[in-house]
Protein backbone atom coordinates (compact mmCIF):
# COMPACT_ATOMS: atom_id res chain seq x y z
CA UNK A 1 0.00 0.00 0.00
CA UNK A 2 1.36 3.20 -0.61
CA UNK A 3 1.17 4.47 3.14
CA UNK A 4 1.10 2.79 6.49
CA UNK A 5 -1.87 0.52 7.07
CA UNK A 6 -2.22 1.60 10.44
CA UNK A 7 -3.15 5.21 9.28
CA UNK A 8 -6.69 3.11 8.80
CA UNK A 9 -7.23 2.60 12.35
CA UNK A 10 -5.82 6.08 13.26
CA UNK A 11 -8.54 7.41 10.93
CA UNK A 12 -11.65 5.34 11.38
CA UNK A 13 -11.14 4.81 15.30
CA UNK A 14 -9.01 7.12 16.40
CA UNK A 15 -10.68 10.36 15.34
CA UNK A 16 -13.77 9.43 16.50
CA UNK A 17 -12.42 9.41 19.89
CA UNK A 18 -10.54 12.69 19.85
CA UNK A 19 -13.66 14.44 18.62
CA UNK A 20 -15.40 12.95 21.46
CA UNK A 21 -13.11 13.48 23.92
CA UNK A 22 -12.59 17.35 22.71
CA UNK A 23 -16.66 17.98 23.22
CA UNK A 24 -16.26 16.48 26.56
CA UNK A 25 -13.44 18.83 27.72
CA UNK A 26 -15.42 21.95 26.20
CA UNK A 27 -18.61 21.28 27.25
CA UNK A 28 -18.19 19.75 30.49
CA UNK A 29 -14.81 19.45 31.68
CA UNK A 30 -14.85 15.85 31.07
CA UNK A 31 -11.57 14.37 32.11
CA UNK A 32 -12.52 10.16 31.07
CA UNK A 33 -10.54 7.02 29.65
CA UNK A 34 -11.35 9.28 26.03
CA UNK A 35 -8.51 12.10 27.00
CA UNK A 36 -5.94 9.50 28.23
CA UNK A 37 -6.48 7.58 24.74
CA UNK A 38 -7.03 11.10 23.08
CA UNK A 39 -3.38 12.28 24.51
CA UNK A 40 -1.94 8.35 23.67
CA UNK A 41 -3.12 8.49 20.15
CA UNK A 42 -1.12 12.10 19.37
CA UNK A 43 1.88 11.62 21.42
CA UNK A 44 2.30 8.43 19.12
CA UNK A 45 1.92 9.75 15.89
CA UNK A 46 4.19 12.46 16.92
CA UNK A 47 7.03 9.71 17.97
CA UNK A 48 6.27 8.22 14.59
CA UNK A 49 5.48 5.60 16.41
CA UNK A 50 1.82 4.86 13.78
CA UNK A 51 1.11 1.11 14.46
CA UNK A 52 0.91 1.90 18.46
CA UNK A 53 -1.38 4.64 17.47
CA UNK A 54 -3.97 2.99 15.07
CA UNK A 55 -3.65 -0.55 18.13
CA UNK A 56 -4.94 1.69 21.02
CA UNK A 57 -7.55 3.40 18.67
CA UNK A 58 -8.85 -0.36 16.63
CA UNK A 59 -8.93 -1.31 20.68
CA UNK A 60 -10.59 1.20 22.27
CA UNK A 61 -13.37 1.21 19.52
CA UNK A 62 -13.61 -2.53 19.53
CA UNK A 63 -14.49 -2.16 23.25
CA UNK A 64 -16.94 0.18 21.95
CA UNK A 65 -18.63 -1.86 19.78
CA UNK A 66 -18.99 -4.62 21.78
CA UNK A 67 -20.09 -2.30 24.75
CA UNK A 68 -22.81 -1.26 22.04
CA UNK A 69 -23.58 -4.60 21.28
CA UNK A 70 -24.21 -5.96 24.74
CA UNK A 71 -26.80 -2.69 25.66
CA UNK A 72 -28.22 -3.62 22.01
CA UNK A 73 -28.78 -7.28 23.24
CA UNK A 74 -30.42 -6.37 26.55
CA UNK A 75 -32.43 -3.57 25.00
CA UNK A 76 -33.78 -6.69 22.82
CA UNK A 77 -34.91 -8.35 25.82
CA UNK A 78 -36.76 -5.44 27.09
CA UNK A 79 -38.49 -3.86 23.78
CA UNK A 80 -40.01 -7.74 23.69
CA UNK A 81 -42.93 -6.17 26.16
CA UNK A 82 -43.56 -3.29 23.55
CA UNK A 83 -45.04 -6.06 21.36
CA UNK A 84 -47.60 -6.83 24.32
CA UNK A 85 -49.32 -3.85 23.77
CA UNK A 86 -52.40 -4.46 21.56
CA UNK A 87 -52.80 -2.90 18.38
CA UNK A 88 -56.59 -2.79 18.05
CA UNK A 89 -59.57 -2.65 19.53
CA UNK A 90 -63.22 -3.14 19.14
CA UNK A 91 -65.13 -0.07 19.76
CA UNK A 92 -69.31 -0.08 19.97
CA UNK A 93 -70.86 3.10 19.04
CA UNK A 94 -74.50 3.03 18.14
CA UNK A 95 -74.66 -0.43 18.24
CA UNK A 96 -72.53 -1.73 15.70
CA UNK A 97 -68.97 -2.66 16.14
CA UNK A 98 -65.93 -0.65 14.75
CA UNK A 99 -62.05 -1.91 14.57
CA UNK A 100 -59.98 0.84 15.25
CA UNK A 101 -56.47 0.90 15.96
CA UNK A 102 -55.40 0.91 19.75
CA UNK A 103 -53.90 4.38 20.15
CA UNK A 104 -57.11 5.71 19.06
CA UNK A 105 -59.34 4.54 21.76
CA UNK A 106 -60.86 7.32 23.84
CA UNK A 107 -61.28 7.45 27.94
CA UNK A 108 -65.51 6.41 27.84
CA UNK A 109 -64.87 4.31 25.03
CA UNK A 110 -67.00 1.20 24.91
CA UNK A 111 -65.03 -1.61 23.88
CA UNK A 112 -65.75 -5.40 23.36
CA UNK A 113 -63.29 -8.20 23.91
CA UNK A 114 -63.24 -11.47 22.10
CA UNK A 115 -61.83 -14.70 24.29
CA UNK A 116 -58.09 -15.19 22.93
CA UNK A 117 -57.47 -11.55 22.54
CA UNK A 118 -55.32 -9.04 24.63
CA UNK A 119 -57.52 -6.21 26.09
CA UNK A 120 -56.56 -2.89 24.48
CA UNK A 121 -56.80 -0.51 27.54
CA UNK A 122 -57.42 -0.61 31.22
CA UNK A 123 -60.80 0.21 32.13
CA UNK A 124 -63.89 -1.95 33.92
CA UNK A 125 -66.25 -4.60 32.88
CA UNK A 126 -69.80 -3.37 31.92
CA UNK A 127 -71.39 -6.60 30.84
CA UNK A 128 -70.44 -10.42 30.75
CA UNK A 129 -68.27 -12.90 32.87
CA UNK A 130 -64.64 -13.98 31.87
CA UNK A 131 -61.20 -15.55 32.89
CA UNK A 132 -58.41 -13.11 32.52
CA UNK A 133 -54.77 -14.23 32.59
CA UNK A 134 -52.69 -11.50 34.37
CA UNK A 135 -49.71 -12.81 34.27
CA UNK A 136 -47.52 -10.27 32.32
CA UNK A 137 -48.48 -7.31 34.98
CA UNK A 138 -48.84 -9.44 38.29
CA UNK A 139 -47.07 -12.56 37.81
CA UNK A 140 -50.00 -14.47 38.94
CA UNK A 141 -49.79 -18.33 37.06
CA UNK A 142 -53.68 -18.57 37.17
CA UNK A 143 -56.31 -17.00 35.44
CA UNK A 144 -58.51 -14.22 37.46
CA UNK A 145 -62.35 -14.68 37.10
CA UNK A 146 -63.65 -11.23 36.90
CA UNK A 147 -67.29 -10.37 35.54
CA UNK A 148 -69.25 -6.71 36.08
CA UNK A 149 -67.87 -3.94 37.68
CA UNK A 150 -64.35 -5.45 38.14
CA UNK A 151 -61.06 -3.44 36.61
CA UNK A 152 -59.19 -5.03 33.71
CA UNK A 153 -55.46 -3.98 32.54
CA UNK A 154 -54.66 -2.82 29.22
CA UNK A 155 -51.97 -6.16 27.55
CA UNK A 156 -53.78 -9.30 29.57
CA UNK A 157 -55.51 -11.72 27.94
CA UNK A 158 -59.11 -12.54 28.06
CA UNK A 159 -59.08 -16.35 28.20
CA UNK A 160 -62.81 -17.81 27.58
CA UNK A 161 -66.11 -15.28 27.79
CA UNK A 162 -66.90 -12.53 25.75
CA UNK A 163 -67.25 -8.65 27.69
CA UNK A 164 -67.74 -5.30 27.39
CA UNK A 165 -65.71 -2.76 29.21
CA UNK A 166 -65.68 0.75 29.14
CA UNK A 167 -62.36 2.58 28.90
CA UNK A 168 -61.08 4.18 31.88
CA UNK A 169 -57.11 4.54 30.98
CA UNK A 170 -55.99 4.51 27.14
CA UNK A 171 -52.59 5.55 25.41
CA UNK A 172 -49.38 6.38 27.79
CA UNK A 173 -51.47 5.88 30.83
CA UNK A 174 -52.40 2.63 30.65
CA UNK A 175 -51.05 -0.09 32.67
CA UNK A 176 -48.47 -1.86 30.27
CA UNK A 177 -47.43 2.06 28.32
CA UNK A 178 -46.42 3.17 31.84
CA UNK A 179 -44.83 -0.47 32.72
CA UNK A 180 -42.92 -0.16 29.45
CA UNK A 181 -41.81 3.12 30.43
CA UNK A 182 -40.05 2.28 33.70
CA UNK A 183 -38.20 -0.46 31.93
CA UNK A 184 -37.17 1.89 28.85
CA UNK A 185 -36.49 4.27 31.55
CA UNK A 186 -33.63 1.65 33.13
CA UNK A 187 -30.37 3.31 32.66
CA UNK A 188 -27.09 1.75 33.80
CA UNK A 189 -25.82 5.47 34.31
CA UNK A 190 -28.19 5.16 37.39
CA UNK A 191 -26.41 2.96 39.20
CA UNK A 192 -23.62 4.46 42.03
CA UNK A 193 -20.87 1.33 40.96
CA UNK A 194 -20.86 3.58 37.52
CA UNK A 195 -20.14 7.13 39.28
CA UNK A 196 -17.46 5.25 41.37
CA UNK A 197 -15.94 3.67 38.23
CA UNK A 198 -15.88 7.17 35.95
CA UNK A 199 -14.18 8.83 39.53
CA UNK A 200 -11.89 6.49 39.59
CA UNK A 201 -11.33 6.45 35.97
CA UNK A 202 -10.98 10.29 36.04
CA UNK A 203 -8.06 10.24 38.63
CA UNK A 204 -5.95 7.12 36.50
CA UNK A 205 -5.91 9.58 33.45
CA UNK A 206 -4.47 12.43 35.84
CA UNK A 207 -2.12 9.85 37.78
CA UNK A 208 -1.16 8.68 34.60
CA UNK A 209 -0.26 12.00 32.97
CA UNK A 210 1.84 13.03 35.83
CA UNK A 211 3.56 9.64 35.44
CA UNK A 212 4.21 10.26 31.86
CA UNK A 213 5.31 13.67 32.97
CA UNK A 214 7.64 12.53 34.98
CA UNK A 215 9.20 9.79 33.81
CA UNK A 216 9.84 11.57 30.00
CA UNK A 217 11.41 14.53 32.66
CA UNK A 218 13.94 12.30 34.36
CA UNK A 219 14.41 9.68 31.96
CA UNK A 220 14.71 11.96 28.61
CA UNK A 221 12.98 9.54 26.72
CA UNK A 222 9.56 9.92 25.35
CA UNK A 223 8.56 7.08 24.51
CA UNK A 224 8.49 5.73 27.71
CA UNK A 225 5.96 8.60 28.58
CA UNK A 226 3.90 7.45 26.27
CA UNK A 227 3.83 3.95 26.67
CA UNK A 228 2.54 4.60 29.99
CA UNK A 229 0.06 6.65 28.70
CA UNK A 230 -0.99 3.71 26.39
CA UNK A 231 -1.17 0.96 29.27
CA UNK A 232 -2.96 3.30 31.54
CA UNK A 233 -6.30 3.43 29.38
CA UNK A 234 -8.51 2.61 32.09
CA UNK A 235 -10.86 0.96 29.06
CA UNK A 236 -11.56 -2.04 31.03
CA UNK A 237 -12.93 0.01 34.10
CA UNK A 238 -15.08 2.39 31.90
CA UNK A 239 -16.99 -0.31 29.81
CA UNK A 240 -16.84 -3.24 31.93
CA UNK A 241 -19.54 -1.92 34.43
CA UNK A 242 -22.32 0.01 32.49
CA UNK A 243 -22.09 -3.10 29.96
CA UNK A 244 -22.60 -5.62 32.70
CA UNK A 245 -25.58 -3.55 34.64
CA UNK A 246 -27.36 -3.23 31.11
CA UNK A 247 -26.92 -7.04 29.98
CA UNK A 248 -28.29 -7.91 33.79
CA UNK A 249 -31.13 -5.94 33.22
CA UNK A 250 -31.76 -6.97 29.68
CA UNK A 251 -31.53 -10.72 30.79
CA UNK A 252 -34.04 -9.94 33.75
CA UNK A 253 -36.27 -8.45 31.33
CA UNK A 254 -36.42 -11.87 29.29
CA UNK A 255 -37.01 -13.83 32.23
CA UNK A 256 -39.92 -11.89 33.53
CA UNK A 257 -38.18 -9.36 36.32
CA UNK A 258 -38.76 -5.93 35.40
CA UNK A 259 -35.71 -3.54 36.79
CA UNK A 260 -36.72 0.27 36.99
CA UNK A 261 -33.12 1.33 37.52
CA UNK A 262 -29.75 0.23 37.64
CA UNK A 263 -29.56 1.13 41.01
CA UNK A 264 -31.66 -1.72 41.87
CA UNK A 265 -29.80 -3.87 40.98
CA UNK A 266 -26.56 -2.72 42.99
CA UNK A 267 -28.58 -2.71 45.97
CA UNK A 268 -29.89 -5.83 45.97
CA UNK A 269 -25.92 -7.20 46.37
CA UNK A 270 -27.05 -6.39 50.45
CA UNK A 271 -30.84 -7.67 50.38
CA UNK A 272 -30.48 -10.31 52.92
CA UNK A 273 -34.36 -11.53 53.12
CA UNK A 274 -37.25 -11.19 50.89
CA UNK A 275 -40.98 -10.46 51.78
CA UNK A 276 -43.20 -11.43 48.93
CA UNK A 277 -47.18 -9.28 49.26
CA UNK A 278 -48.66 -12.06 47.92
CA UNK A 279 -49.35 -15.76 46.78
CA UNK A 280 -49.66 -17.55 43.39
CA UNK A 281 -46.28 -15.53 42.19
CA UNK A 282 -43.68 -18.27 43.04
CA UNK A 283 -44.76 -20.83 41.52
CA UNK A 284 -44.06 -23.44 38.71
CA UNK A 285 -47.70 -22.72 36.91
CA UNK A 286 -48.31 -26.60 37.12
CA UNK A 287 -51.12 -27.00 39.76
CA UNK A 288 -51.09 -30.49 40.82
CA UNK A 289 -54.23 -32.30 42.87
CA UNK A 290 -52.68 -33.32 46.04
CA UNK A 291 -56.16 -34.70 48.05
CA UNK A 292 -59.80 -35.71 47.28
CA UNK A 293 -62.43 -35.61 49.60
CA UNK A 294 -65.92 -36.31 48.92
CA UNK A 295 -68.48 -34.86 51.71
CA UNK A 296 -71.60 -37.27 50.34
CA UNK A 297 -71.61 -40.61 50.95
CA UNK A 298 -73.23 -41.29 47.77
CA UNK A 299 -69.92 -40.72 45.64
CA UNK A 300 -66.43 -42.21 46.67
CA UNK A 301 -63.17 -40.16 46.87
CA UNK A 302 -62.66 -42.41 43.74
CA UNK A 303 -65.75 -41.68 42.01
CA UNK A 304 -65.88 -38.46 42.74
CA UNK A 305 -62.02 -37.62 40.89
CA UNK A 306 -63.48 -39.93 38.19
CA UNK A 307 -66.76 -37.52 37.53
CA UNK A 308 -64.41 -34.51 38.02
CA UNK A 309 -62.05 -35.71 35.69
CA UNK A 310 -64.77 -36.67 32.83
CA UNK A 311 -66.15 -33.09 32.70
CA UNK A 312 -63.38 -31.32 33.08
CA UNK A 313 -61.51 -33.20 30.10
CA UNK A 314 -62.65 -30.31 27.40
CA UNK A 315 -62.09 -27.42 29.57
CA UNK A 316 -59.40 -25.02 28.59
CA UNK A 317 -59.24 -23.46 32.18
CA UNK A 318 -55.72 -24.50 33.80
CA UNK A 319 -56.89 -26.31 36.72
CA UNK A 320 -59.20 -28.19 34.85
CA UNK A 321 -56.25 -29.04 32.82
CA UNK A 322 -54.43 -29.99 35.79
CA UNK A 323 -56.75 -32.18 37.08
CA UNK A 324 -57.09 -34.31 33.91
CA UNK A 325 -53.27 -34.35 34.17
CA UNK A 326 -53.23 -35.80 37.16
CA UNK A 327 -55.75 -38.52 36.91
CA UNK A 328 -54.20 -39.63 33.76
CA UNK A 329 -51.10 -40.31 35.85
CA UNK A 330 -52.51 -41.64 38.86
CA UNK A 331 -55.33 -43.94 37.58
CA UNK A 332 -55.26 -46.62 34.98
CA UNK A 333 -58.90 -46.46 33.87
CA UNK A 334 -60.26 -44.59 31.15
CA UNK A 335 -62.35 -41.06 31.30
CA UNK A 336 -65.92 -40.99 30.79
CA UNK A 337 -67.24 -39.76 27.72
CA UNK A 338 -68.82 -36.19 28.48
CA UNK A 339 -72.13 -35.06 26.50
CA UNK A 340 -73.47 -31.51 25.87
CA UNK A 341 -70.45 -29.73 27.70
CA UNK A 342 -70.80 -26.32 28.54
CA UNK A 343 -68.36 -23.63 29.71
CA UNK A 344 -69.80 -20.87 32.29
CA UNK A 345 -67.07 -18.38 32.32
CA UNK A 346 -66.23 -16.84 35.42
CA UNK A 347 -68.19 -20.06 37.28
CA UNK A 348 -67.30 -23.56 36.05
CA UNK A 349 -68.07 -25.87 33.40
CA UNK A 350 -70.97 -28.54 33.25
CA UNK A 351 -71.73 -31.35 31.27
CA UNK A 352 -73.90 -35.12 31.79
CA UNK A 353 -72.10 -37.80 32.55
CA UNK A 354 -73.80 -41.58 32.41
CA UNK A 355 -77.08 -39.45 32.22
CA UNK A 356 -76.35 -37.36 35.42
CA UNK A 357 -75.60 -33.51 34.84
CA UNK A 358 -71.96 -33.29 36.73
CA UNK A 359 -71.18 -29.54 37.50
CA UNK A 360 -67.52 -28.39 38.44
CA UNK A 361 -66.41 -25.05 39.11
CA UNK A 362 -66.64 -22.34 42.23
CA UNK A 363 -69.61 -21.34 44.23
CA UNK A 364 -71.40 -19.41 42.02
CA UNK A 365 -72.25 -22.49 40.23
CA UNK A 366 -74.72 -22.95 43.09
CA UNK A 367 -76.51 -19.61 41.75
Same mark, same amino acid.
Given at each position: ?????????????? +????? /???????????????? @?????????????????????????????? @???? &??????? =???????? &??? #????? *???????????????????????? /????????????????????? #?? /?????????? !????? =? &???????????????????????? +????????? /???? +???????????????????????? +?????????????????????? @????????????????????? $??? !???? $?????????????? #? @? #?????????????????? !??????????????????????????????????????????????? =?????? *??? *????????? $??
Amino acid at each position: MPFDAAWIAIVLCG +IPIIV /EAVIGLITAFDIKADV @LVSLALIASICIGEDFAAGEVAFIMQLGAL @LEDL &TVAKARA =GIEKLVHL &TPQ #TARVI *KNNSETIVPAEEVGVDDILRVFPG /ESIPVDGIILSGQTSINQSVM #TG /ESLPVDKTTG !DEVFS =G &TVNQFGIFEMKATKVGEDSSIQRM +ICLVQSADA /EKAK +IVGTADRWATWIVIIALFAALLTW +IFSGQIIRAVTILVVFCPCALV @LATPTAIMAAIGNATKHGFLV $REG !DALE $RLASVKRIAFDKTG #T @L #TYGMPQVTVIKSICNEYT !DEMLYSYVTSVEQYSEHPLGKAIVRCFKQQNSSKILPAEQFQMLPGR =GVFAWI *KGK *KILAGNEEM $RK
